[in-house]
């Protein structure tokens, strides 16, 4: 994996979302063209929606955000976070780094993270007007103060009467967090009235995040009725390791935390619509470039697992939208290579013409690069626990894991004999719900034909660097 910033333009980044989407993208490049290099010139506001917790197929929940954020603009099919963890993956969308190079591993240790490397620093220092509403990261002391944040109403996680951090005052207000996140940052938006500063906007509402507690107005809302997917009554795990062998949900389950997620969702949704009518009416919604993802995905029962952290795809794969009118990035198109986290950062700075000066592994999705894998990577923190870490080569059509005897110690960092204690191989193209382990129980000459040492080779060069 390099870490060289690739030159890219907007113009690239239509060309590659073309090749996906030729009906939608041909029109968005007649706006690029139209709309010329002049808007170079004018730095973006950025409006970064960051969900807790929100898997892939939660669309009734989020309407409104898809019809501006998706709508008019891009849907990534391929959205990843590369550790399916709140505080990794939220480090990583701060810096553009994997975990292993931010070194918050788990969510133990956010204060391993550099801060100089974060986007919030970049932007600050380049003259924008920042602000953070809502969770910022797991273990971070709710009286200190995050850094190159001027404006923010940092959250104690939780869905009613929270404590909360406003600008330095610890204290408690009443009421549902994810309303009062909306009322903060509707203020913060409010002020682009009179201050003419570019603005950088992140907005992290608690939800989904468990107890998954709803609005009283979504506290009975009827959501569709979902009988699972063929993940879920796996009945057969013999080719899974232990945890997934020992884990005990059932359907029920994953219904009734769906439709937990669902609801709180809704609230969610209310205000990034709150949001649009505000940078409409400020005149503001032209050049703003507005991002969607969840910090990680959350399995439904699937293998018999609830929650994330694992390498099935339910747990890493997320919503991921972006809308940036003024380059021409409005026009409802679908792009289908393999993004991530890491990717939003460098999107970020390349859209504000700022170059990071801390090698970044991720690209920026206005140019027109297009990889062919993703590391997904995870660790155990302690020595104690029933699952390994473990470290992944995820592609469209394949996936190759490792589990490792490492964990995180004390201080947050890595420590054990590395030996691989399990390997997994799906075939995603006619396996997509990951029934059937190819690697168990296979010979030599069958972990040839399915490619193995190459895929561990490279494993192990991106975890290396």
Known sequence: MSHDRPQVSRRGFLAGTAAAAATAAAPAIAQVAAAGPANAASRPNILLIVTDDQPKHT???????????????????????????????????????YAHNHGVRDNGHAHNLDQSTTVQRYLKQAG????????????????????????????QPGYVDAQWNVNGTVQTINGYTTNIIKNKTLNFLDKAA??????????????????????????????????GRPSVPEN???????????????????????????RTLLSVDDAVQA???????????????????????????????????TPYSPAHEVPFHLSWPAAGLNAGTT???????????????????????HSV???????????????????????????????????KDKQYVEYYDLWTDANGNETGTGQVTFREYYDLVNDQYQLTNKLYQATPAEEQNLGIPALASQLAADRAN
């Open 361 to 395: 592994d991720g690209k920026s999705l206005l140019g027109s690069f297009n990889r062919d894998h993703l590391l997904v990577e995870w660790w155990k923190q302690g020595s104690a626990g029933v699952k390994d870490t473990w470290a992944s080569y995820v592609a």
């Open 275 to 309: 949001f649009k009518d505000k940078l409409t009416a400020l005149g503001q919604l032209n050049n703003t470039l507005v991002i969607h993802i969840g910090d990680n995905g959350f399995q439904w029962a699937d293998h018999g697992l609830l929650g994330k952290g």
């Open 59 to 97: 669309d009734w929940a989020i309407q409104k955000t898809l019809d501006w954020i998706a709508g008019q603009g891009v849907k990534f099919t391929h959205g990843h976070v590369t550790t399916p963890l709140c505080a990794p993956s939220r480090s990583s969308v701060f810096t553009g780094r």
């Open 128 to 155: 924008y007007r920042t602000g953070l509403f809502g969770k910022y990261l797991n273990s971070w002391t709710l009286a200190d103060n995050p850094p190159h944040f001027e404006d923010f109403a940092l959250l």
């Open 194 to 227: 009179t201050d003419t500063r570019p603005w950088f906007a992140y907005v992290t509402p608690y939800a989904s995040h468990e107890p998954n507690t709803p609005a009283p107005a979504y506290a009975d809302t009827v959501v569709p009725d979902w009988n």
């Open 335 to 357: 792009d289908n290579r393999i993004v991530g986290n890491i990717d939003i950062a460098p999107t970020i700075l390349d859209a504000a013409g700022i170059t990071p000066t």
């Open 236 to 262: 057969d795990r013999s080719d899974k390791p232990q945890y997934v062998k020992s884990a005990t949900n059932t359907l029920a389950d994953g219904q009734a935390v769906r439709q937990r997620q669902l």
